[in-house]
């Protein structure tokens, strides 16, 4: 198996089926951590051809983002993985993605690049505009990288971490490539869901240890906000997705 999205969930059902129709097109296949959801997460996983092993944890426990992704590195080697694409349920990918993921890892194999960056656009009030000032224009994620079962050394931290090993992070001038392309994020379009967003990290974080320089009341400030348009040839699929929230200022 060449590449193979890694997703963690927990009563996500709402964002599902369009994060299925969005990556399932890009990868080899999914693997997914069901994390004790109470809503129809587990089904609408467990019923898509692509998703090859639905890992899962009882109801009630707190979140474990450290543990579930170990647990989803893990299964991901057992399946002899190449690669891993690590999308969250509420992420997309811009459509140019499934066309141009081939080219990627073959530039990888020729150009001896072990990891990709992306543009983390954070959209804002409704799905054809994102954030752009400041730092929120320039926010990159590596969430493409090589599966080296060599690689054993993770970040520990249980809130805001890397999905890849810290061999890669040290490495990231030599083997690492950004590619521009642009992962949109959709649970900061609606007003509401920012501030349900700020407060799930403030309840998980109250002392703020796992995000010192800005804390979570950046998710709600729109000092300064100025947004951009997401280009036609840059949006993602589906085009009527149904988490995308109506009339969201």
């Known amino acids: 198996m060449t590449l193979i999205a890694l ?5 996500e059902q709402r964002f599902l089926p369009g994060w299925l129709e ?45 543990g579930n992704q170990m647990a989803l590195i893990q299964a991901g080697r ?45 959209l804002w009030g409704d799905r054809h505009h994102y954030r752009s000032d400041g730092d929120w224009n320039t926010a990159a994620c590596y969430r493409l990288f090589r599966n080296d079962p060599t690689h054993r050394r993770f970040d520990p931290r249980p809130l805001h971490r890397y999905w890849f090993p810290f061999e890669l992070a040290a490495n990231l001038e030599s083997w690492g490539r950004h590619t521009q392309l642009n992962i949109y994020h959709l649970r900061m379009i609606a007003a509401s869901d920012r501030t349900a967003r700020m407060e799930r990290y403030e309840a998980m974080d109250p002392q703020g240890l796992y995000e010192p320089k800005k804390g979570y009341r950046y998710m709600i400030d729109e000092a300064g906000l100025q947004r951009t348009r997401v280009p036609p040839e840059r949006d993602f699929l589906p085009v009527a997705d149904p988490a995308v929230p109506v009339a969201a200022h």
């Open 78 to 122: 057992r399946h002899g993985a190449r690669w891993f694409f690590c999308i969250d349920a509420d992420e997309r990918l811009e459509r140019a993605v499934a066309d141009r993921i081939g080219d990627l890892l073959r530039e990888a194999d020729t150009g001896n690049i072990h990891i990709y960056s992306f543009q983390h656009r954070e």
């Open 22 to 66: 969005n990556v399932a097109p890009c990868v080899d296949g999914i693997i997914a951590l069901d994390d004790g959801s109470t809503d129809a997460t587990a089904d609408i996983l467990r019923s898509h051809p692509k998703v090859m092993e639905l890992l899962s944890n009882p109801p009630g426990q707190p979140w474990d983002e450290r």
């Open 7 to 11: 997703l963690q969930a927990r009563n």
